[in-house]
């Protein structure tokens, strides 16, 4: 007896399930070659793309982009030229022509969640213009020191001009330096995944099929709905494994004094950068809801980067005490953040405009 008399069924579904990949295999690499088939690798896709040399950034000239972040769908993604979130798509010249800074950090910086007039990026640009002091800002969501020095230098020898970095040195770099990226043998960052093979996997699906591709896509797209639509609590934001390397002794074990020791070399390496090309740089810290919930005023994060700035000769701003004082921490957190998010809301980002403004 045969297999396929064995198991008819199975058999069937099979090959029928191997027609249909070979079909979608093919079909991606005919649409890819004559351009009508783009890979997707995140939900946002469309101006969340991949990057050779510092691994992700944003794409140029993005128009009225409906982003979504967390339970806040559909707010507005605006990028000039350069790919940096602005308040409209605009040619950014290499060659600065008044006093010209540039922002550095991650999701926190950036601003995901509100448009760029509504971030703390855009309310200083609003307010130092009038100084004929221009403000860029080239944060992206999930970057750390490895990626603000290679962005960094990519746009150095790319011609871009600037006079002052300010360096949003952000909590959860430390695990990103630890877990997340690395700088392969050409000199650029990579996922630290790039080698393990389920990360291979989701990779081949994502760049030779079509079908399976927006399968995962709708997937991820559902996943994050049911998370919108699930009533964000206040304890979401408590006790977070990403920012409690600062409190816990056994999260700062486990990846905090590898991650900061990686920080730490990589700040280093964009320090000699800048001073090289005769930039100033300042260093910004500040607290997630766990500092503030926890009153982690002298918190590793401070210690440790105002000793490095000394270190450096870096100006250095930390904003640990606006947001740890005598008000209540709950209160504060419920204030300045998003509810059930770690990230600032529009009273949030205000304050971090009010508080660094009179130091820049």
Same mark, same amino acid.
């Not at 969501?141 to 006079?163: A, V």
């Not at 960052?189 to 990779?203: D, E, H, P, T």
């Not at 070399?265 to 997630?288: C, S």
């Given at each position: 007896?045969?297999?396929?008399?064995?198991?008819?069924?199975?058999?069937?579904?099979?090959?029928?399930?191997?027609?249909?990949?070979?079909?979608?295999?093919?079909?991606?690499?005919?649409?890819?070659?004559?351009?009508?088939?783009?890979?997707?690798?995140?939900?946002?896709?469309?101006?969340?793309?991949?990057?050779?040399?510092?691994?992700?950034?944003?794409?140029?000239?993005?128009?009225?982009?409906?982003?979504?972040?967390?339970?806040?769908?559909?707010?507005?993604?605006?990028?000039?030229?350069?790919?940096?979130?602005?308040?409209?798509?605009?040619?950014?010249?290499?060659?600065?022509?008044?006093?010209?800074?540039?922002?550095?950090?991650?999701?926190?910086?950036?601003?995901?969640?509100?448009?760029?007039?509504?971030?703390?990026?855009?309310?200083?640009?609003?307010?130092?213009?009038?100084?004929?002091?221009?403000?860029?800002?080239?944060?992206?969501?999930?970057?750390?020191?490895?990626?603000?020095?290679?962005?960094?230098?990519?746009?150095?020898?790319?011609?871009?001009?600037?006079?002052?970095?300010?360096?949003?040195?952000?909590?959860?770099?430390?695990?990103?330096?630890?877990?997340?990226?690395?700088?392969?043998?050409?000199?650029?960052?990579?996922?630290?995944?790039?080698?393990?093979?389920?990360?291979?996997?989701?990779?081949?699906?994502?760049?030779?099929?079509?079908?399976?591709?927006?399968?995962?896509?709708?997937?991820?797209?559902?996943?994050?709905?049911?998370? #919108?639509?699930?009533?964000?609590? %206040?304890?979401?934001? /408590? &006790? $977070?494994?990403?920012?409690?390397? +600062? @409190?816990? =002794?056994?999260?700062?074990?486990?990846?905090?004094?590898?991650?900061?020791?990686?920080?730490?070399?990589?700040?280093?390496?964009?320090?000699?950068?800048?001073?090289?090309?005769?930039?100033?740089?300042?260093?910004?810290?500040?607290?997630?809801?766990?500092?503030?919930?926890?009153?982690?005023?002298?918190?590793?994060?401070?210690?440790?980067?105002?000793?490095?700035?000394?270190?450096?000769? #870096?100006?250095?701003?930390?904003? %640990?005490?606006?947001? /740890? &004082? $005598?008000?209540?921490?709950?209160? +504060? @957190?419920? =204030?300045?953040?998003?509810?059930?998010?770690?990230?600032?809301?529009?009273?949030?980002?205000?304050?971090?405009?009010?508080?660094?403004?009179?130091?820049?």
């Amino acid at each position: 007896m045969t297999v396929f008399e064995r198991y008819p069924k199975t058999t069937l579904s099979t090959l029928f399930i191997t027609f249909l990949l070979i079909i979608d295999i093919g079909a991606a690499a005919l649409f890819s070659s004559i351009g009508l088939y783009k890979p997707q690798y995140k939900i946002e896709s469309y101006y969340r793309i991949e990057n050779e040399i510092f691994h992700h950034t944003l794409a140029a000239n993005i128009t009225n982009a409906k982003a979504q972040w967390g339970p806040i769908l559909g707010y507005e993604v605006n990028t000039n030229s350069l790919g940096f979130k602005d308040s409209q798509p605009r040619k950014i010249s290499l060659e600065k022509t008044n006093h010209r800074i540039l922002l550095m950090g991650d999701s926190f910086t950036e601003g995901v969640g509100y448009a760029y007039n509504d971030t703390f990026a855009g309310i200083l640009d609003k307010n130092l213009k009038n100084k004929n002091i221009e403000v860029l800002n080239a944060a992206v969501s999930s970057y750390s020191p490895i990626i603000y020095y290679r962005k960094t230098q990519y746009l150095i020898n790319k011609g871009l001009e600037f006079d002052h970095m300010v360096v949003f040195v952000d909590i959860s770099d430390i695990e990103d330096e630890a877990k997340n990226y690395i700088i392969n043998e050409d000199g650029n960052v990579i996922s630290k995944r790039a080698g393990k093979l389920n990360y291979k996997l989701k990779r081949f699906i994502t760049e030779n099929t079509i079908i399976l591709s927006n399968i995962r896509i709708l997937l991820r797209k559902s996943k994050n709905s049911v998370k #919108a639509v699930n009533e964000p609590k %206040f304890d979401d934001v /408590i &006790n $977070a494994p990403r920012s409690l390397w +600062t @409190i816990n =002794d056994g999260i700062y074990n486990d990846y905090g004094k590898k991650g900061l020791k990686l920080a730490e070399q990589h700040m280093t390496m964009l320090a000699n950068l800048l001073k090289t090309n005769n930039i100033k740089l300042t260093i910004v810290v500040y607290p997630w809801p766990d500092q503030i919930w926890h009153k982690d005023l002298e918190s590793k994060q401070v210690i440790f980067w105002q000793n490095w700035s000394k270190e450096h000769n #870096a100006d250095f701003i930390n904003l %640990f005490p606006t947001f /740890i &004082n $005598a008000s209540n921490p709950k209160k +504060t @957190i419920e =204030d300045y953040f998003i509810f059930g998010d770690f990230h600032w809301n529009k009273k949030g980002h205000n304050l971090i405009a009010e508080s660094i403004l009179p130091q820049l």
